[in-house]
Structure formats: C-alpha cells, structure tokens
C-alpha cells in the first residue's frame, strides 16, 4: 500500500525566513512520481513540481527548491525568503507505478499549513 | 485559456436528496479526475476517465455515488442519496495526456 506521510501539520515562520516542509513516502513500486501542490486561501489545488524515481537531482525554481533522497524516501520541499503570498497548504503526493500514468492513483498526504507573517 | 471549471460553488442539501456536481475540464484535456477531500481523509480519488471512459472507479465509496462523462467537454459526479458524511469538498482536475494536473475551484457540499 502507497502511504505519504507529512508529519508537520502547522508552520508559522516570519517573513523573509527559509522553511522546509518535509515529506516521507512509503511504495512497493520501482517507479513512479512525486509531486507538490500547494493550495491557497482560495481553494484550489496549483501544481508545484513532479519528479519522477529515477531522476533523483536536487531542483530548483526560484525561491523553491526541493530535494529527492530516495535511500530516505523523502522529498523535501524548501521555499527561501519565504513571503506573505506563500501562506497556503502543501501538498506531497505519489503516483501509482509510472505504467499507470503519472496522474493516475495519486496519494496525497495529509498537507502542511504554513503561515507567513509580515 | 478558462481552467477546470465546478459548479455550483457550494451546495447545501438535506439527507437523502440527490445532488449532481458538474464540471468542464480544460479544452483538449483527455484525462478527467474527481477527487473529495475532507479534514479526516484529506484528499482522495474517487474516479478518473481517460477519453471519458472511465479507468479506475475503485475510490467511490459506495453504490450512492456514480460519476459519467458523456463528452469531451463535460462530467458530472452524482451522490443518491446523500448523507451528511457525504460533506467534503469535491474537486475535479484534468490533464493532457501525462502532463501537469489543473484543479477546479472546488465544490463545498453540505449535507444536513
């Protein structure tokens, strides 16, 4: 069974503060994705990144970066300077084996509400 | 470009009437996802269809929910009759192909 685990449940750092949100993932399968999604005050669920099991090399996008281990099955997720406009849910997520598709059987964990304050 | 699109917004309903939830994927989009997430699950699949076939049906949780898709352009997700642990926000998603997933707005069903 495909389990995702995100044992922060609350962050609250102030602006211009680095924070990571963790994320440890447990699958039987030999491929398949990992994801983030961030959901914001206004609901809906916005695309992060995807990695998929074989491409274990560190990313990172602007202020975001996030680090794939996959000896700790873990992806980790840094935001740098973090600012107001990032106060939101965080998603981690895994897919099925890759054969399934990269959307398919998506298990999401249970989110990290962070909050950033002026 | 309009994303996915759900409507209503939010739905309030007494037990045992039925309730029908829409949504319109993205233009060219062929996969088609809803999801339900609540304080106690989180998020989790219900169905998805791939050229509005459905694939897997294996997350709806009971015989009182059924989900089509008639066209290309159009799903509905069908709860009769409801209960009030049928409460949750229910969101549809699609995507092209493998690429990135597009969330809709979401639907806040109550049921009392």
């Known amino acids: 069974a495909q389990k995702v685990t995100q044992a922060q449940t609350e962050i609250s750092v102030v602006e211009k503060e680095d924070v990571t949100l963790d994320c440890v993932y447990e699958?039987?399968?030999?491929?398949?994705?990992l994801f983030w999604y961030k959901q914001p005050p206004s609901g809906e669920l916005v695309f992060l990144i995807r990695?998929?099991?074989?491409?274990?090399q560190n990313e990172i996008s602007g202020r975001y970066s996030w680090n794939f281990q996959k000896s700790t099955s873990s992806f980790n997720f840094t935001i740098t300077a973090s600012q107001v406009v990032d106060s939101a849910v965080y998603f981690c997520a895994l897919s099925g084996p890759r054969y399934t598709g990269a959307n398919s059987k998506l298990t999401f964990g249970k989110g990290i509400t962070l909050s950033v304050r002026p | 470009d309009a994303g996915v699109i759900q409507s209503p917004r939010h739905e309030v309903t007494e037990m045992g009437q039925e309730v029908t939830l829409r949504c319109k994927p993205i233009s060219g989009h062929d996969y088609l996802f809803w999801y339900r997430q609540t304080m106690m699950r989180g998020l989790e699949l219900l169905i998805y269809?791939?050229?509005?076939?459905?694939?897997?049906d294996s997350g709806m949780p009971e015989d009182r929910f059924s989900a089509k898709m008639p066209n290309a352009s159009f799903s509905t997700l069908k709860i009769q009759p409801s209960e009030p642990r049928d409460s949750a926000v229910y969101f549809c998603?699609?995507?092209?192909?493998?690429?990135?997933?597009?969330f809709g707005s979401g639907t806040q069903l109550s049921v009392l």
């Open positions: 998603a699609s995507s092209r192909r493998e690429e990135k997933l597009f």
């Open positions: 699958t039987r399968d030999t491929t398949y994705y």
């Open positions: 990695r998929n099991s074989f491409d274990e």
């Open positions: 269809f791939n050229n509005n076939v459905p694939i897997d």
